[in-house]
């Protein structure tokens, strides 16, 4: 996905969704993201915003917090 410029928060998602399914090992490319685990990584990427994320153990918090920027490097906050 790198490289790739995102017009829309539906670009971004399919985007993260397809890396997830890599990740994940889903060579059907199936597997999403939970709806409050789309919402924290929209906020960080799209939106530039801070996100809490208060979840049980095995909710999939890395999945919100390791990978987004670098499966959306284009639209990545600036870490300055």
């Known amino acids: 996905m790198e490289g ?17 399914a890599r990740l994940v090992g889903d060579p059907s490319g199936t597997a999403r993201l939970r709806d409050d685990q789309w919402r ?21 918090k890395s999945a919100c917090t390791s990978w987004p ?4 490097a284009n639209a990545a906050p600036d870490p300055r």
């Open 69 to 72: 920027p670098p499966c959306c």
């Open 4 to 20: 790739m410029e995102h017009t829309s928060n539906a670009d971004l998602r399919t985007a993260a969704d397809t890396v997830l």
């Open 40 to 60: 924290a990584i929209e906020a960080l990427v799209a939106e530039r915003r801070r996100a809490l994320v208060v979840q049980r153990t095995g909710w999939g």
